[in-house]
């Protein structure tokens, strides 16, 4: 009976398969969205939990305008509230490699509160290394290993890092910026501070206090509210106690800078003279070596001058006496040279003449021969031309002869044979055959021209008759220019070998000649050698003379020339030496004049800065002395990083707070009527299974195997795809944080609880959708009469009037179950597809009305708080061209009850021109003036602080200053907290004007990032900010929105066609017999299927209307619950958002009603007994 009743079952989920997966599906959608965002929200708050607790995340942060001292560190251990406590320093400076800089605030490392650690690297374990946060080394392009450099942007804190370079050893992680936002800052070892000439030991100090709860529980900020009030209270003494030795301890500050100044002054100072009197007594020596190797040199000058003048008188003599012997000498052989020569040129000047006669004759030889070599090579080259032009020519006949051999030709004629009109044609082809080529072709083209028009067609088919005529034309041009340049070639051939002839007989007649003149040279060449060699001997014997006494001389002249040498190289050398000593005495007296200059102009301008500096000292000291000393005590939510990490987790909550009853009811109402359907449509089976003698129970338990099998196995696969959904999730949010998010487990409870949760709501749907008709009897059940429907009587009296409309209403009411899934799938359809659309216009149309609306400015400059007036003006001078408005903006601190909340305030001077850079309007969009009296704070601050108009709010200024402030009014402002305020009644609150520190700037939009790029590299400036930069730093929330929204409508469009498709299908089949009755009727298909289609029509508009009467107003509270701390959404339903989820679902409908009807007209009309 088991096997039996098993066996059963599996053909009840077999034979209803869609319906059996329609449950599935739903219970795997709800599964996975809802365990997916709880493991997305637990994941969070336990990755958050787990850093927190494992870096000590502080639970209080105190500060005081005068800074810290070390026995209030060690007085606030003794409190009982407190576990531990621990000093930190903390300021603002610049971080620089290369030529890139960015602002950063420096940061002091602690080792129990607020722990440091690094995502990449290692911590610094020397005086030298740093931790620096990943956004900081972007901007500078920096890596681990880099060393950078550090400057303090206030002189108060110049000297309290006397090392002033780091090497990175790593990317920082720290509590206090638990998520990453733009914050650029840098972290070094304690030790690496020196606070001892400071009135202070540390910045602030944090807090670890004895509370035990879970920080993200109310029990934790109650109880952080309660120890709170101690600390603020045991400040009061601790600034009692700090005012009587505080001005004595700021004089003591300013005394050891003027010390510390003034030492480093003098010790510049002595520096400088030492290096004066070096210099001067350098230069002294130098000197004295000068003039005494000038006066060895003219010593040694004037003894070689003077030996050198003896010898010289000696030569001069002796040069006269041979000066007079060479003469004679010369007058005789020049007389003997003359006669000679006379009798010789005569000899010559005929042989000159008939040489010059020959040589002209020559001459004109070798130009005609000339001519005859050049006529020769012409006459080889237009040869060369000739052959080319043959060989081009023959070529193109061989090409000419394949286009119309004889055998083409015959082809062409057998083609012609068959055409009317060809007889003179073929006769002309015949004549062609056998002829030369070029001739062929002449009587080819003649044929062609005198063929008929359809004879030219034929030709024009296999043969271009343009280009064969073309090419024909250039045969006969080649051929009468080949036979032209033949005909010259053979008349220069003549006219070459005729002035051959003429040549060879002029090189005849020039020999004869010459051989005339070489007759005449010998007998002269006889002659000359006997006058030469008388002439010769008279030389000899002159020359021998006039050697000796050349000899004589020289050897005079080389030993003076080699005392003079000697005398030259000495002198020369001592000289060169002597002028090496005065370059190198100018050049070293020259630079040392400089470094002089250098570094008595470095020490002025040293002792102006020190000068300066002091003098800024001295304001900060007497400002700080008119300060009040106060404390104060911040707990965790005014740490921003903090409330972001907890605004992730509450948007993730929002989700599974809003989303789990909804698709917890989907589950149960379509189980519950998914399995009415069945169960109607078996009521037979069920009475022949009650009249077979099988019980309640045993029947019962067959239905309950098809919801739970159902419900347990799309559970299990949700759970599978949960975890896929928690990993989208957290990767959308992992690089925005600075901790990890892997390993944080899963809570097995949930897991289990879930899926459990879910297999009840199942059963207990099967249970109450078999009840009726378990308990009916067999007979009623199988006749159809039981159970009685109380639908009927109602369709009965319906109140329709057409025959249609009665009918649909008729079937409305006899098929309920199938009906309230239909419209109860739609309903959430097109709430869930309009609220993700909605949601995600929300969001984003906050950012753009804030950025357009509001923010009329297009960029913010923020100086840095220790600027000087050249800093400013540079400033200044930079914004000249571009309309800026200079004011107030500082951080301050509201505190209200229990809460602290940190906002910006602006102070305002001028209502009016803020206005054109920042407009104030109401939730209404009306125009707020700034009050007199009063302060304007943020809608979003008067309703989830429970800030109302007309309380008064406890202030800190950024200068810790306190104050009780009035609230005049709110104005709008969707990202942030802020509140504005006039100038005069800061001042009026606080004792002070603030201090402008921040330009608006209007500028066009292609100049925005050009002027930022050059404003953030003017020194004085802290930040600059792009109007556009709100929307990249929300883009860590808007992505999680749009992964949580893409997820969740997805899901839904998933599950609407399932379930839809499902149902229409089930419509068809219930519709089928009366369908086809239709049909057997005279219905058209058209008319048929409009029946279908009134119903589905009436059905889906009803279930829009339901969708939006609540969808809309329903939407409004969860954007209003899903809002973030410091950000508002745009509550106001969006027009396009449910317009487009209408006409998103109504094309649904359209593609599943057509899948689901078209089996109509392919259903014969004989199979209507089967229905």
């Known amino acids: 009976m088991l096997k039996t009743w098993l066996v059963d079952a599996l053909r009840n989920i077999k034979v209803r398969i869609v319906s059996w997966l329609s449950i599935v599906t739903i219970v795997f959608i709800g599964t996975t969205l809802i365990l997916g965002l709880y493991f997305g929200s637990s994941t969070v708050k336990k990755a958050s939990t787990s850093y927190i607790a494992t870096q000590n995340f502080k639970d209080y942060d105190i500060s005081c305008s005068m800074g810290i001292k070390n026995d209030e560190i060690d007085f606030l251990k003794t409190l009982d509230e407190v576990n531990d406590a621990e000093g930190q320093i903390s300021f603002m400076g610049e971080l620089s490699l290369d030529d890139k800089s960015t602002g950063v605030t420096v940061i002091s490392s602690t080792e129990k509160i607020s722990t440091p650690t690094v995502t990449t690297g290692s911590l610094p374990s020397s005086l ?235 001459k004109l030889l070798k130009e005609k021969e000339a001519e005859y070599s050049k006529g020769l090579e012409k006459l080889v080259e237009g040869k060369e031309k000739l052959d080319n032009g043959y060989k081009e020519y023959n070529e193109a006949i061989r090409q000419a002869d394949e286009k119309v051999n004889d055998d083409i030709i015959d082809a062409a004629i057998i083609i012609l044979e068959l055409e009317e009109d060809s007889e003179e044609t073929i006769e002309k082809l015949n004549n062609a055959k056998g002829k030369e080529t070029l001739e062929r072709c002449g009587l080819l083209i003649d044929a062609y021209d005198n063929a008929p028009p359809h004879i030219q067609e034929l030709f024009d088919d296999s043969l271009d008759i343009d280009d064969f005529k073309a090419d024909y034309d250039k045969l006969l041009k080649g051929k009468y220019e080949l036979e032209e340049g033949q ?42 050698p006997e006058a030469k060699k008388r002439l010769e001997d008279a030389k000899a014997e002159y020359e021998q003379k006039k050697a000796e006494g050349a000899a004589q001389l020289e050897d005079a002249k080389k030993t003076l020339s080699s005392k003079m040498s000697e005398a030259t190289e000495t002198i020369k050398g001592l000289e060169e030496q002597l002028q090496i000593a005065k370059d190198e005495y100018a050049s070293q007296k020259e630079e040392g004049e400089k470094s002089i200059n250098e570094a008595t102009s470095q020490y002025e301008s040293a002792k102006k800065e020190a000068d300066d500096k002091l003098s800024d000292l001295k304001q900060q000291i007497d400002t700080a002395k008119a300060t009040p000393c106060t404390y104060m005590v911040q707990t965790r939510d005014v740490n921003f990083p903090y409330v972001q990490t907890k605004s992730y987790m509450k948007a993730i909550n929002g989700f599974f707070t809003a989303f789990t009853p909804l698709y ?106 078999c009840h009726r008709y378990i308990h009916c009897s067999a007979v009623g059940l199988i006749s159809g009469n039981e159970p009685a429907s109380k639908y009927g009587k109602k369709a009965g009296k319906s109140f329709a009037k057409g025959i249609y409309l009665k009918l649909i209403v008729r079937n409305l009411f006899t098929d309920i179950g199938r009906e309230v899934v239909s419209v109860v799938i739609t309903v959430i359809c097109v709430f869930i597809v309009g609220f993700g659309i909605d949601i995600k216009l929300a969001y984003e149309g906050a950012l753009g009305r804030q950025m357009n609306d509001i923010w009329q400015y297009d960029l913010t400059l923020t100086e840095s708080s220790s600027i000087t007036d050249e800093e400013k003006a540079v400033i200044t001078k930079a914004l000249s061209e571009y309309d800026t408005l200079y004011l107030p903006v500082s951080v ?201 289609v009134r119903e589905v029509l009436l059905t889906s508009i009803l279930s829009v209307v339901i969708a939006l009467s609540l969808g809309v107003p329903l939407t409004g509270i969860i954007i209003k619950n899903l809002e973030t701390d410091a950000f508002m959404f745009v509550r106001s339903p969006f027009v396009l958002a449910w317009a487009s989820s209408v006409l998103i679902n109504a094309l649904f409908s359209v593609v599943i009603n057509t899948i689901a009807f078209r089996k109509i007209n392919t259903v014969p009309l004989t199979s209507i007994t089967r229905y």
Request: glycine share 6%.
């Open 892 to 1092: 301050s601190v509201i505190i209200d009850d229990d809460s602290q909340i940190l906002t910006n305030t602006i102070c305002v001077d001028d209502s009016k021109e803020f206005d054109r850079f920042y407009i104030l309007k109401d939730e209404f969009g009306k125009r707020i003036e700034i009050p007199d009296n009063g302060v304007l704070i943020t809608k979003e601050m008067e309703e989830k602080n429970e800030i109302s108009k007309g309380s008064s709010l406890h202030m800190i200024s950024g200068n810790l200053r306190y104050s009780e402030v009035t609230v005049s009014g709110t104005f709008m402002l969707y990202a942030g907290k802020t509140t504005i305020m006039t100038s005069k009644y800061y001042e009026d609150n606080f004792g002070s004007l603030p201090t402008r520190n921040t330009y608006y700037i209007k500028a066009p939009g292609d100049k925005a990032k050009e002027l930022t790029d050059t404003l953030s590299k003017l020194p004085g400036v802290s930040t600059v900010d792009l109007k556009k930069n709100l929307r990249d730093g929300n883009m860590a929330v808007v992505s999680l929105y749009n992964t949580v929204v893409a997820i969740v409508i997805i899901f839904s469009i998933m599950l609407t066609f399932m379930i839809l498709l499902n149902l229409s299908n089930i419509l068809v089949a219930h519709r089928m017999r009366e369908l086809l009755t239709m049909r057997v009727n005279g219905f058209y298909n058209s008319q048929v299927i409009g029946y279908l």
């Open 487 to 528: 005909k010259k070639y053979d008349d220069g051939v003549e006219q070459l070998e005729e002035a051959r002839k003429m040549l060879d007989q002029g090189w005849y007649d020039l020999q004869k000649g010459w051989q005339q003149y070489e007759d005449g040279k010998a007998e002269l060449a006889k002659r000359e």
């Open 664 to 769: 917890a009811g989907i589950i149960a109402i379509v189980c519950f009527f998914t399995m009415t359907i069945i169960i109607e449509e078996q009521t037979s089976q069920i009475g022949t299974c009650k009249a077979f003698g099988m019980f309640e129970s045993e029947i019962m338990r067959k239905y309950i195997i098809f919801g739970v099998s159902a419900a347990l196995i799309g559970a299990l696969l949700g759970v599978a795809g949960s975890f896929t959904i928690e990993k989208l999730l957290i990767n959308t949010m992992k690089e925005n944080l600075a901790f990890s998010l892997d390993g944080t487990g899963h809570n097995i409870v949930m897991i289990i609880l879930l899926p459990l949760m879910e297999v009840l709501v199942t059963t207990l749907a099967v249970i109450l959708s």
């Open 128 to 362: 030298d290394e740093c931790i620096v946060s990943y956004s900081a080394m972007k901007k500078i392009g920096a890596k681990i290993g880099d060393e950078i450099e550090i400057s303090i942007a206030s002189v108060r804190f110049d000297g309290i890092l006397p090392n002033k370079t780091y090497k990175i050893t790593g990317i920082a992680s720290h509590p206090d910026y638990m998520v990453n936002i733009s914050t650029d800052y840098i972290v070094l070892p304690l030790s690496c501070f020196d606070t001892s000439k400071l009135s202070f030991d540390y910045s602030n100090i944090l807090i670890d206090a004895n509370i035990p709860e879970d920080t993200f529980k109310s029990a934790y900020k109650k109880k952080s509210a309660e120890i709170k009030d101690i600390l603020e209270s045991e400040t009061v003494s601790m600034s009692a106690n700090r005012i009587v030795n505080l001005h004595s301890e700021l004089d003591k500050e300013y005394a050891n800078a003027q010390s510390t100044s003034k030492d480093e002054l003098s010790k510049a100072k002595n520096e400088l003279d030492k290096g004066l009197k070096t210099f001067t007594d350098a230069i002294e020596t130098a000197r004295s070596t000068l003039e005494n190797g000038e006066e060895e040199l003219n010593n040694i000058k004037s003894a070689a001058e003077k030996e050198l003048s003896e010898a010289k008188s000696k030569i001069r003599s002796g040069e006269e006496e041979y000066n007079t012997m060479v003469a004679d000498g010369q007058a005789q052989l020049e007389q003997a040279e003359k006669d000679m020569e006379k009798e010789l040129n005569d000899a010559k000047f005929k042989l000159f003449d008939a040489f010059l006669s020959l040589d002209a004759a020559e």
